[in-house]
């Protein structure tokens, strides 16, 4: 019996330590945690996380960085940035120093889409 509490113990632990590390908090997977650097992270066929905000002030520079066995593409919808492909385990990295928001798509696989909004 107190194995079993142990286990179940151990087990919710887990999972909320793995709940409180995901998300948009600049841990692996992605997203603004301060400073001038954040990541978005390209798996599954999509871009995680969808939305990453911070202050233009901060004059953050953005990488993508593709899991998936596949190219895809960083393609800004209004053509206020210059993509690019990446390729499976490359990145891409971009400033973004203006205030505004940016929505992109991978042009191969438009579903997947993305903003990055500056505030």
């Given amino acids: 019996m107190a194995v079993r509490r142990i286990a179940l ?3 919710g632990i887990g999972i909320l330590y793995g709940c409180q590390m995901s ?3 600049g841990t692996p997977g992605g997203g603004y945690n301060g400073g001038n650097t954040a990541a978005v992270t ?7 996380p969808g939305s990453v905000s911070f202050p ?3 004059n953050v520079t953005v990488t993508w960085t593709n899991n998936d066995p ?8 209004t053509n206020a940035f210059a993509g690019a492909n990446v390729t499976p385990g490359g990145t891409f990295s971009l400033s973004f120093p203006k205030a505004g928001t940016y929505s992109y798509h ?3 696989h438009t579903s997947m ?3 990055i909004t500056v505030n």
């Fill in 9 to 11: 113990l151990t087990l």
């Fill in 23 to 25: 998300g948009s908090q």
């Fill in 106 to 108: 991978c042009s191969i």
């Fill in 70 to 77: 596949v190219t895809h593409t960083v393609t800004s919808d």
């Fill in 42 to 48: 390209i798996s599954g066929y999509s871009f995680s």
């Fill in 56 to 58: 233009a002030a901060n």
């Fill in 113 to 115: 889409t993305g903003t």
